[in-house]
């Protein structure tokens, strides 16, 4: 079964521009959650979908983000304008539905820099 | 506030000695507890958790969490260490009553096993 997977794994932008990162869930699953790790920080909750809703975006830091999971599968997490402070690690993470104990499955993370 | 603190950012020991990474958290509600690792370039992999019932909790390779709850503290340890083991770990705490699904995390500890 394939793990958590997310795109780019990298991004290198400039401060201003725009950045999409991606995430596709294990198949089946359908919790899906962003963090952020900021470089030596706690890793931070920044959302929740269940499905295509968004159960619990209290995470997010301000309105240049925007995350979607249109059809309940992978969803996309769009920064725009890019600023430096939102340089940091990514990650997502799935988990199956209905059940108080489940684990989240993380996937690698998108390490982006921004200049 | 729920939140989780992992006091030492850096531990080394001794290959084939114990190890012991700490954890203490802080929820309103019940917790649930896990431990995740993080190899170099590689996403967090889930090493155990504890839910309900004993309070020692085995897990993947070697790996134990003893959950005290007089003391909050949920510490990580192995009987003997191997240099593999060498990786970022960290604590996360869940207060499904209060907070829901999301995760708080530690800021990690950075395990060296020294040959």
């Known amino acids: 079964e394939a793990g958590v997977t997310q795109f780019p794994s990298h991004s290198v932008i400039e401060k201003g521009q725009t950045v999409t990162l991606r995430c596709d869930p294990i198949s089946g699953h359908d919790n899906l959650y962003w963090y952020r790790r900021v470089m030596g920080k706690e890793i931070k909750f920044l959302l929740h979908f269940v499905k295509e809703s968004k159960q619990d975006e209290s995470g997010m830091p301000n309105n240049r983000f925007l995350a979607e999971r249109t059809g309940g599968t992978y969803s996309t997490l769009k920064v725009q304008p890019a600023e430096l402070e939102d340089s940091g690690v990514y990650f997502c993470?799935?988990?199956?539905?209905?059940?108080?104990?489940?684990?989240?499955?993380f996937g690698p993370g998108t390490r982006l820099l921004v200049l | 506030a729920q939140s989780v603190a992992q006091p030492e950012d850096q531990v080394n020991v001794a290959e084939g000695n114990p190890l012991t990474v700490k954890c203490t958290y802080s929820v309103s509600g019940n917790p649930y507890l896990f431990w995740y690792v993080q190899y170099p370039n590689r996403g967090l992999q889930f090493l155990l958790k504890?839910?309900?019932?004993?309070?020692l909790v085995k897990g993947s390779y070697g790996f134990e969490a003893e959950f005290n709850k007089s003391q909050t503290s949920f510490h990580l340890k192995k009987p003997s260490a191997l240099v593999s083991d060498s990786a970022l770990y960290f604590c996360?705490?869940?207060?499904?009553?209060?907070?829901?699904?999301?995760?708080?995390f530690g800021t990690g500890t950075s395990l060296t096993v020294i040959p």
């Open positions: 993470a799935s988990s199956q539905l209905g059940r108080y104990q489940e684990t989240q499955y």
């Open positions: 504890y839910i309900t019932g004993d309070n």
């Open positions: 996360a705490v869940r207060d499904l009553q209060n907070t829901g699904n999301q995760f708080y």
